[in-house]
Each structure stands twice: as C-alpha cells, then as structure tokens.
C-alpha cells in the first residue's frame, strides 16, 4: 500500500507506532498531488516547503511529549474559506484575491493544536455558493466535483489527502461527497464553532468533513467539537461535549430499522439511480421499508431557498455594493442577492415557521425509525463544468440541523459512484455512524452490480 492510500487514523497509528513520520507522510502526498492534481487542481494554495516545516514540528513534538491527539501528523485539507493565518483565504472569489488573515479560525486554531498539518486550501465556489471554481471530478475530468466544497471532495477522493474541511449551507457537504465517491459528514448543527469561517447564513451553515473512511470522519470531528462563544449558534458544552464523546465508541446495530424517503424531489432522480436505491433498499429487507413524510415537506426546497438568499442579500451586501461594474460577481451569485433582497417579511416569516414545522415533524418519522435513508443526488456527477449539480436532497437535514452522511456505496453510469444519504435524529450523531458502519458491512455481502467503483478513481492514477 503506498502512502497516499492510508486512512488517516490508519496514518496516525503507524506514526505512533514509529513506523512513519508525519515528514515522511507529507512527503508521500506532496508526491500524489504533484502527480495528480494538475488534472483534477482541487488546491486554491499549498506551499510544500511549509507543510514540510509543520510535519518536521509535528515530528519533534511527537519525539518530545508524546501525541497531541488521535490524529497527530496527519496533513489535511482546509476549504478556501476558512481562515488561515499563515495562507491566504479568498472565499473563491477575486474581490478577496491575496487576502490574509491575521488569525486562524477556530476550526484551524483546533488542528494545529491536536498536531496536524495544514497542507493547503482546498477550492470553493465562489462565496461558498453555486458559481463553480477549478476543480474538476476525478473519475470524469468532464463532469462536476459539485459544489461549494469542490476542492475538499476531489482532494480525498484522488488520494491526494486522508481527509479535509467543507462547509454546507444547502448541499454543500453531501452533494460532492456522493459525486466524488468519498464519505461526506454533517454533524448536528451548532457542534462546531464557525468563528472565523465565511459566514453565508448563520441559521443554516453548517461545517463538516470529508474523508474516504468512516473512522476517518468521526476522529477529525471529535477534534473539532469544541464549545466557543464566538459563535452564539453553538450548542450548550454538555451537549457537544456527550455528541463528541460518543461518537468514540458508535452503537453497534444488528436489526436496525432504516426508513427509506424519496423525497418530494424523487421525480428529479434519473431513472438508472432511482433502480438502484430501489434494489439499495429491497436487498435490506425487513431491516429498511418506505417511509412517508408529511406533505409539508414538498415545500422544503422554498423554504431553504428562501432563508439562504435573505441571509446572502444581508451577508453579502458589502460584496453587491462593491461590485459596481458587475465584473468581479457572477451573474448567478448577483441574482440571488438581488432575488434575497426581494423577499418581503411575510415570505421570510413564513419560512422561518416552516422550519419549525419541519423539525417536530420529522422527530414524529423518527419515532419508527433509527435512521433515514434517501438520495444523496439526483445520479452521478454531470457532464459538464458550468454547474454543481442540485442540492434539494440535502434539504432535509439542512433545515431540521440532523447530522447527515452521504456514503459511497452505489455506482451508475459508466462505473461513476453516488453516494447514499442517511438521516438521523437531532444529536445522535453516534447512531449515525453505528448504522452508517452496519450498512457498509452489509453491503460488503451483496452482490456488486450496484456498487461503487473503487476508491481510488482511474484519471487520477499514477
């Protein structure tokens, strides 16, 4: 196995083992991205020779006191709109070009102290919104990574880093994740502090990871849950603090009962997809069956659409202003200012009350179920580099703050993978990941007509 195919708790292991250095792991990826990323260019910036110098420190700490955590030495990826005060943070967008931030994020304050490596940031659509940046996928160079955490999806999926940051605001977790054919995590909203990161809409934001293991996923988000009071959206410390400590030790499942929703948006699923989730769930019998949500729930996508764009008219109106000439905005980010600044308060209340409507609902469903199972896309990555692909099936978890996973367990056309969505209740980020983990083991026996294509894609080969 070479080393751009280690997990990064597997990483981790053989540096406390002695058996790699962080210096020797950096050296391995820095490698894989020379190699690879000319193609797929999933890096906004990177300096080698400074992540070279932090897996040197990392490796004299090490030899001096021990780990500073699970996960110490390992490098990871850092989307373009978290700050970072020893690299620029441009927010994807040239209104920011070279901007540098005097302070780190709290996110990144966190991993520098748990003794990881910042190898770089990763690229984000412009303003975390719709607007695609560089990147493209790397199983297909002519499809879509999705959006807005394009670099960070495409970054792991090549093998170019264990693991690295997203953020997302409607699907901007999930969708990459399910295109890209890498694991994508959205906790319970409020367990990660965003002080310090691009603020789109503080009621819908969310931050999250990306990584090709399960373990992977939760290690790096354990590191992260951290009470801060410079984001008053955060939860109380009791409670993140018991999210954080159970996702250590997930529940392990035998007969979990799995509700299978396709949404209000099914009819926009392709027909290839829609018979594989269908075989997906009929294989799973009698742990999975149909479930029905409230019709209230047809009007998800209006009412997240709603919410993100009155909150881009508020957050982004220093960025509208100063867009005189209409050059550095693009046309689609201008509209949805433009369509935000439209919204009267009727419309903003009535979304705000959806929500709420939403939530409670949705505990209701959960009341037969211990996790929900639904579309993470609309079908593979399309053709294409113009768009980022529909969110509409991130909705759900968006608006009713569930932690959400999109796995890579299916594929489609032409061996492309597409991830499955699961959904659990508020806070019960550890059933997530004991189901996630029984449901990848259960796939493991079935046949494989349907499955994903391996990990690592075929255009980002050595």
């Known amino acids: 196995m070479q ?13 406390r083992d002695g058996k790699l250095t962080s210096r020797e792991l950096t050296e391995g990826l820095i490698g894989r991205i020379k190699a690879v990323d000319g193609a797929i260019e999933a890096w906004q910036y990177i300096d080698f020779d400074h992540a070279r110098e932090q897996a040197a420190r990392a490796d004299a700490l090490f030899k001096k006191s021990g780990p500073r955590s699970a996960l110490h030495g390992v490098p990871i990826g850092i989307k373009d709109i978290y700050d970072t005060a020893d690299a620029p943070t441009e927010y994807g967008t040239p209104i920011y070009a070279g901007r540098r931030p005097e302070k780190d994020s ?4 966190l991993l520098r102290d748990a003794g990881l490596v910042i190898l770089g940031k990763t690229v984000t659509t412009e303003l975390a919104s719709y607007t695609p940046g560089k990147t493209r996928n790397p199983f297909d160079a002519a499809r879509t990574p999705g959006g807005s955490s394009s670099g960070s999806a495409a970054a792991v999926a090549a ?5 690295a940051t997203g953020s997302q605001t409607y699907g901007s977790v999930t969708r990459p994740a399910s295109y890209c ?21 503080a009621q819908l934001d969310h931050l999250g990871v990306f990584s090709r293991h399960l373990e992977d996923a939760a290690a790096v988000t354990r590191l992260l849950m951290r009470a801060d009071r410079n984001d008053l959206d955060m939860l109380d410390y009791e409670v993140i603090e018991q999210i954080a400590e159970n996702l250590a030790s997930p529940p392990v499942f035998t007969r979990p009962r799995i509700g299978f929703i396709r949404t209000a948006a099914w009819d926009r699923v392709g027909p290839s997809a829609q018979r594989s989730l269908e075989a997906l769930v009929d294989s799973l019998s009698p742990y999975a069956k149909e479930a029905r949500l ?19 008219a508020k957050n982004y109106s220093k960025e509208y202003a100063y867009d005189r000439d209409g050059v550095r905005l693009s046309d689609m980010i201008r509209r949805m200012i433009e369509d935000g600044m439209r919204f009267d308060h009727d419309k903003q209340q009535w979304a705000l009350r959806l929500r709420e409507v939403l939530s409670r609902e949705l505990t209701f469903v959960f009341n037969d179920f211990d996790a929900l199972l639904a579309p993470a896309t609309e079908d593979v990555a399309p053709r294409g580099l113009s768009s980022t692909g529909n969110p509409v099936f991130s909705a759900i978890g968006t608006l009713c703050r569930t932690p959400t996973l999109s796995l890579p367990l299916l594929s489609g056309e032409n061996g492309l993978p597409m991830g499955v ?3 659990c209740p508020w806070g019960q980020d550890a059933k997530l990941f004991g189901i996630a983990r029984w449901l990848t083991d259960f796939m493991k026996s079935q046949p494989t007509a349907w ?4 990990i690592t894609p075929a255009t980002a080969s050595d």
């Not at 080393?3 to 292991?13: H, I, P, Q, T």
């Not at 499955?451 to 391996?454: D, I, K, L």
């Open 294 to 312: 409230p019709r209230s729930f047809a009007d998800a996508e209006a009412c997240i659409v709603t919410l993100m764009e009155v909150d881009m």
């Open 451 to 454: 499955h994903a294509a391996p």
């Open 181 to 201: 054919g890498v694991v994508g995590y959205k906790p319970t909203f409020g367990c990660i502090s965003r002080h310090g990161v691009l603020n789109q809409s």
């Open 3 to 15: 080393l751009f195919e280690l997990g990064a708790v597997e990483s981790a292991k053989e540096i």
């Open 421 to 423: 969505q699961l959904i």
């Open 159 to 163: 093998g170019m880093v264990a693991i």
């Open 106 to 109: 709290a996110v990144v304050a």
